[in-house]
């Protein structure tokens, strides 16, 4: 299917001039653009990228343009309709998209990158039987045209261009295709084509809930502050998308972005960045490999820890060294979280000592000398974000609604050799799997901790070993500092 190149042009140079007086985005299509992904809830999201497309044909289809099958359209009809449209594109959209990187911008400032595209297209398809028509790469091409062609009319077009198309006689918009090519058909420029699936398919664990969306925010931009300048008494902390990238992001962020690492300073020069190779994307990792970024329900494991307390503010970065050994329980009253520090600080104090975080918000933090605790305070830390909430110890599934950002050869640091491992983000926080295992191997957010986990024990830790001991909350090496809630032993006070 195709239109004549004059036909096209003379109706897009009518169009122009029809909608120049009225060609400005209207207030819905001001939202759309403002709006970095679809809600969960959308008729264009799907589960898979056969669903979603599924669904946005279906939107399509009973909209006031003409549409058909893409598979309908040859090379030259598709470029023809991308010329149209591209005379007919919205500066000020784009404008929107670049400033900040979302991906529905153009990723090229002239159609001259496209006309040599599409003769070199021409060319390989006349010349190599890879590349002919019919051929499983050819449609691979044509499907990524049909793509960003929709993603044009929709992104790029005010209202009023789409409704003044759609009642050109000569105008059809070919519909999304059935699926994605399979790995390799698709070169670079049909992955930008086809990018459209980062974020009308959300990627999580088969058979799990639904991911949550990322906390609501009162900006377009990060929830936390992306840049950090000099301001008063604060060193400015330097970032790119290698030392940080938080699941808010635009674009998301893609296999070693975000991975970070041992860090010395605030600088650009001041870390360095952990060894990473990327090997396959989320929708390359077959289901049945994938891992979980989930916590046993008890363990003990041990931990080195490069840690900045607390941690809440990404232009404040002080980070301290620590070794643990970490042990973990899940109850019926809640997680008991409890670290025994063997070098460097351990919470808010500056020595090794122990902690026990319990699901009623307390927490206790030992000052140990030559490993013997001489005194506990119990605090109970407060929700930076909420109000009259305090803040209680990770449970075992705190990651269940974590997005996947791809696999990794990783070189994590300290243990002195590769691992294959899912690259999963939430908030500013990543977490690396090994696939081999199903286990943690590291964590890292940028202005709160870097951390290593290795000899995991799966049996549930011994009531003895990790219950709050009474000097905590008895006798006179305790001092309550802020907690809320009864000691373990209720009787007493």
Known sequence: MTMSMLRLVLLATSLCFRVQARGSLSAADLVRARTLRPPRN???VGSSATEAFANMNKVLTVGAARTAPCELFNHSGLNDLARALYALRSKEANAMYEARGDKRKLHFSSLDYKEQLWAAEEAAAQGTAWMAPGSEAHNATRDGKCAEVVMWYIHHL?????????QAADFVLPLMPNRVAPAGLGGHEYALQISCTDCHVPIHIPGKPPMQPAPPRNSSGPQFPAECNSSGLKRPVWYNRTKRCDWDY???CRPCEGVGGLIWGPGEKDWKAMPCEPL??????PHKNLTSPMWPKAFTVQEYADLTFPGRDPCSVSFRNSTYTLHFDTRPEGPVYHTVGHTGPSGPSPFPGK???LGNGNFYNTVDIKGKSIFCICISPRDPLTKNAITGPLSHDFNRNAKLVGRERIVPEYLGGSIVADHWVKGPHHFWIDVATNLMVREWQPFNGHQIY???NLTRPEPSLIDVPEYCYKGPFHRNISCVAPP???STT
């Open 42 to 44: 959308s008729s264009v």
């Open 158 to 166: 005010s209202a009023d261009q789409r409704a003044a198309l759609a």
């Open 250 to 252: 635009e674009p998301f």
């Open 280 to 285: 396959l994307s989320p929708e390359e990792i």
């Open 355 to 357: 902690s026990w975080a």
């Open 454 to 456: 290795y000899n995991w």
């Open 488 to 490: 373990p032993d209720s």
